[in-house]
């Protein structure tokens, strides 16, 4: 099937996740995860419609971004971020960053950031499922580092993001999805200065229409748009 009938068979199920939820459909947002693919074929999904699209590598990013020069509306980071890379991701101009999880990477940002004289939203991520594997807070130091987080200048935390578990049955991502919704709606009952929360970033290929129902509001979608990804294809 073409990148194009992918792409509307998702929307076509995130339009009926909505109508049984009674969500409004453009409350939604559906970054299309375009790592490993390249800039042609992410060109397709532009053309379908994908207006956001997520890379989790930063070389990768740089590589492409420059090719699709302003098909996009909007660029969002959603990988492991290295300090050491900050300044080459914020030359990327992405719109939000889904993975800040330490306060050494974030007071960075705000560094760059700061002298920039620009502003950045940032998620906060959140490592629901306590596999070592995974980066994110966890959920006991989630609250300290938003906390300490809001603290920082020219950076504003807009949200949680996570990944949930890799099983072949996504109904056992659904309580952890339910679980970060409930720290979500806690922390914005705080109303801690700095701190918005706007965005729920939870739900891929497998498990996207769980995490709507259980309150996500951006969805980071791949494979269901291009296929599953070639690995061996990758320089590293
Ligand atoms: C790759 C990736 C996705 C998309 O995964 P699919 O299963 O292909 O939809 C979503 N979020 C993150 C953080 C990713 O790295």
Redesign the pocket.
Known sequence: MSIKENYKIVIKKIEEVCRLQDINMDDIKLVV?T?THSAETIKQALVAGAKYI?E?KIQEAQEKLPILDGQYEEFHF??HLQSNKIKQLMKLKPALIHSIDKLSTAEKLSNYCVNEGILQDILIQVNTTEENSKSGTGEEEVLDLIKEVAQLPNIKIKGLMT?GLFDENPEVTRPYFRNLKRIYDYVASLKIDNVEMNYLSMG???DFEIAIEEGANIV?????VFGA?DYSKEEK
Do not use: C, D, F, L
């Not at 980071?220 to 269901?224: N, Y």
């Open positions: 995860v790592k997520g989790n959603i990988g990944i891929m290929t497998h980071r979608i791949g494979s269901a990804r």
